[in-house]
């Protein structure tokens, strides 16, 4: 028995590196109601206390040193900044310490509706990264509504323009729909004029309790990267596009001889902490997710175990045993492994109702049809060239 479980600790241990992500749900509520969300609790007004936030931050600072990396932590939710300024103020004040001995830096993603000139002197004050989600110009926003399914478009532009007037730089993810895919050109366009400084493209997943939309297909997708490259090599100094990037790192480690830096990535376990200190591992999307058979998929809670136990007893939760059963798999089976580095988990769960499954729709459409369209995109040049 021991030695069996040595060998779940050793697998752990070389495929995932120490926590560079917390992901923290000072709230489950949000003020709007996507019609492609899929949190289960975003109508429910929790949150959290700020004695979650100081018993992570006592954990956290465990987990750091003065001469290592800094640690991100994500404000997450629902909608983070739903909870208010003051309130916030309160969850961060246990993290200044490590945030001003560099041991710490703050991420928000927010819908950006409820952004003020009083959140933007904290966002300045803390030096939040910001993240916006809006997923392109009004006619490809209509699926982001409020609660009363009016849309937000105008209001996540207003806060916008807020961050822009003090000067606060902010990134954007945008969920791309069946319908928004056909138009990658007008999509990148508009998001180009916002100001935003690089984005990032989430194809609509079924997860969560968003179960009953269709998803984009494959080959809607590599059209849609394909077209992406196009755009952005023609307009690539106007906004960085977060999954290119990524290709784009890979393929120059690749060229230049440093494939081993690449394989010697391990993934981060992304602790994600909900409003009453419970801890989920692997996936955000698995936090609030009902499923005896995993025990909600909770790891620890923060209140009474420290951070750095709960991690070292990953290795023995069912789920992430799975996980890495699903891994090996994926690196043995799946041509894309090399790039793509393993299936996500909570796509695998959610697509396929298991963890130790490989290969999901977020696989075809996020990573297989990246590579497929950028060799598509080679060849036809190729044949233009001849």
């Given at each position: 028995m021991r030695t069996r479980a040595h060998s779940w600790r050793a697998r752990y241990g070389q495929r995932f590196t120490a926590p560079q992500t917390v992901v923290v749900q000072p709230t489950t509520w949000c003020n709007l109601d996507c019609r492609y969300c899929y949190l289960p609790f975003r109508k429910l007004k929790a949150q959290m206390h700020p004695d979650v936030a100081v018993a992570l931050a006592t954990s956290v600072a465990q987990l750091t040193t003065g001469d290592g990396p800094s640690i991100g932590i994500v404000w997450h939710g629902g909608?983070?900044?739903a909870i208010g300024?003051?309130?916030?103020?309160?969850?961060?004040?246990p993290f200044e310490e490590l945030r001003h001995a560099g041991r710490v830096h703050h991420y928000v993603q927010t819908n950006a509706t409820l952004i003020t000139d009083t959140w933007c002197d904290l966002l300045a004050t803390y030096g939040i990264h910001v993240g916006v989600s809006i997923d392109g110009p009004a006619a490809m926003n209509t699926d982001r509504v409020d609660v009363r399914g009016k849309p937000a478009f105008d209001r996540i532009l207003r806060g916008i323009r807020r961050l822009?007037?003090?000067d606060i730089p902010f990134s954007v993810i945008s969920v791309v729909t069946t319908d928004s895919i056909a138009q990658p050109e007008a999509l990148l366009s508009f998001l180009a004029k916002l100001g935003c400084d690089s984005v990032g493209f989430n194809i609509e997943e079924v997860e969560g309790v968003n179960t009953d939309r269709p998803a984009p297909t494959p080959?809607?997708?590599?059209?849609?990267?394909?077209?992406?490259?196009?755009?952005?090599?023609?307009?690539?100094?106007?906004?960085q596009v977060r999954e290119l990037e990524r290709?784009?790192?890979?393929?120059?480690?690749?060229?230049?001889?440093?494939r081993t830096a690449w394989e010697e990535r391990r993934l981060d376990p992304i602790p994600t902490v909900s409003v009453t200190g419970d801890v989920v591992l692997l996936s955000p999307e698995l936090a609030d997710t009902t499923d005896p058979?995993?025990?909600d998929f909770r790891a620890g809670n923060i209140l009474h175990q420290p951070l750095a136990e709960i991690l070292g007893g990953a290795s023995r939760l069912r789920y992430v045993r799975d996980f890495l059963t699903g891994l090996d798999r994926c690196e043995t089976e799946c041509a894309f492994f090399d790039f793509c580095r393993g299936a996500q988990a909570a796509n695998r769960y959610f697509e396929n109702g298991s963890l130790h499954s490989t290969e999901t729709n977020y696989c075809r459409v996020?990573?297989?049809?990246?590579?497929?369209?950028?060799?598509?995109?080679?060849?036809q040049e190729k044949g233009q060239a001849a």
């Open positions: 909608e983070p900044l300024s003051q309130k916030f103020t309160a969850l961060l004040a822009r007037e003090h080959a809607q997708a590599e059209e849609f990267w394909r077209r992406t490259m196009t755009w952005s090599r023609a307009h690539g100094d106007r906004l290709l784009a790192e890979y393929l120059h480690l690749i060229r230049t001889g440093q058979a995993h025990d996020s990573r297989q049809a990246l590579v497929t369209a950028l060799t598509t995109l080679a060849a």
